[in-house]
């Protein structure tokens, strides 16, 4: 493994998690070893669930120059040239559709774009009852002028059966080349969601283009994570690197479990490896 880290030219971070702890903050040590590691050459990156425009402040923060990996891998946008790498928006018919659903059964709905989460007037409560940390919310008057850059379409309320209904209806053969994930809260009692990406991403797909575009290979790189969605970009040739707070499945595949949690800064714990290895220190 020693030798592996020594090779290592790119790392890419989960954020809620891994990188950041219960609080939202980085390690003091985590930035310590970002900036010496980036001396010898070492670039870094994002692959986050969140919105991109909720994982800018936290790339400036480590002054991260390469693209960075946001809802999944949906959109790849390099924060340096503001230049756009890779996007996969909702069909219109599709963001049409999910919005006649939520007129007709009173459902809670939003429009989730690269910078912003779109609501209008009767669905203001979104913002209380969805977990889609540091995003920005702006009401608007209709839906429709922003059908077109809709990368998720977010359902939520407190009828189960009608979320359920929604998702047979916007599932194949109804609707085809759409990705849909239906859970229950675990911050709001009885609140259900639904959330619509086109098929066809994820966070290994957005790290192999991620990898491609930095002429940086696979085996050069290493990926931390702690949650199932993490799951795609272990399957990769990276080296896996999973927190202490890390799911059980995660771990089994994992090359490196940290000794430390992401309330203890457990990201430091593997990028001090990669410094010793690098260094000799």
Known sequence: MHSRLKKIKLIVFDLDGTLLSNEGEIGERTKYYVSELKKTGVQFSFASGRLHSAIVNYAKEL????PVISLDG???KNLAGDKVIFEMFVKPKHVKRAIKFADHYLLNIALCHSDAIYITDQNTVLPQIMDKFGAEYREIESYDNHLSKTLEIVFAGSNKEWIKYVYNKMSFPYCAGLA???YQSH???GI????????????????????????VKQTESAVLGDWYNDISSFKTKAVKVAVANAVPELKRMADIVTKRTNDEDGVAEFLEMVYKAKTGK
């Open 63 to 66: 002054d991260i120059q390469a």
């Open 74 to 76: 949906c959109y790849i």
């Open 180 to 182: 849909l994930n239906y």
């Open 187 to 189: 911050s709001h009692e």
């Open 192 to 215: 259900y969601y639904l959330e619509v990406r086109r098929k066809g991403s994820s966070k290994a797909k957005g790290f192999a283009r991620l990898c491609k575009g930095l002429k």
